[in-house]
């Protein structure tokens, strides 16, 4: 059947940038990808650690990310420690830390040496969970912080003790465990463990590596750069320069005539300063001056 009238498209045909659709990493890129991402996680978390430690930065030194599952990452978390469920987006990743870590942490936040009680309780007490409210917003602040605010928004979802309460991913999940070692002077050193799960990798790392900016060029801007050069220079050719005494210039008159001296060189000046000589000559029906010296 013969339509009536002829189809128009109600709006045009969306023409997407090349860079939107290219393919994400693979899986063989995700793992050094958030290796060379721990160094500025390391840097961002060092700074923002730095509070909840007396002001005093300490050491981060991230270890190389394990290739792992998600239950071989758990097999060495101890009974009490603060796992906190996070996402960036809406993928999910976790941190932990071991509870007599967090416990030493509050302990210096009310003032003490940083001791751990001499037997653990069996769950956080109050303060302790304050303590790991913090810790979560230092590390979504520090990881976007090293994505150059690209992924997504980082936050916390849930927190417990214990993982089977927290179930936050299914064991079989194919996870990179990396491992921040905290190390502060004169005291031991211990460790944030994040375990992103591959899938949340390819959304971190989705259109590659967050680069920093180039840095500025140091040293003296160039003259011809803009946005200098376009700027006006007022060039003054000095003819005459002379001297004449108080007594004959205060008897000046209209129509005496007064003899030159013009010097072989002519200064041309930018203000006070001398930048180039030259004689004096004339340019078709203009006067003049071939540059002879730069100073």
Known sequence: MKPERAFIAE????????????????????????????????????????????????????????????????????????????????????????????????????GGPGDTPSSLPKEFPLSADLMIGRIEQLVATALTVALGGSGGQIRAVRRDASLAQLQAMPDATKVAGLTLNVVEQGRMPWAISIAFPHDTLALMFAHGDAKRPAKPRRGPAEPTDAPFADLPVELAAVLVDMRLPLAVVSGLRIGQVLPVPIARNVPVKVGDKTYATGTIGALEDRVAIQLNQLS
């Open 11 to 110: 709006r045009a045909i969306a023409r997407h940038d090349p860079a939107l659709l290219r393919p994400g990493p693979s899986a063989a890129e995700l793992i050094p990808a958030l290796t060379r991402m721990s160094e500025r996680l390391a840097k961002a978390v060092r700074g923002a650690l730095s509070p909840l430690l007396g002001g005093a930065e300490p050491q981060i030194n991230p270890m190389k990310p394990m290739d792992t599952d998600f239950a071989d990452f758990c097999s060495e978390i101890p009974r009490l420690a603060a796992n906190s469920l996070m996402q960036i987006g809406s993928a999910p990743f976790m941190v932990t830390i071991e509870g007599e870590n967090v416990l030493r942490l509050v302990d210096r936040a009310f």
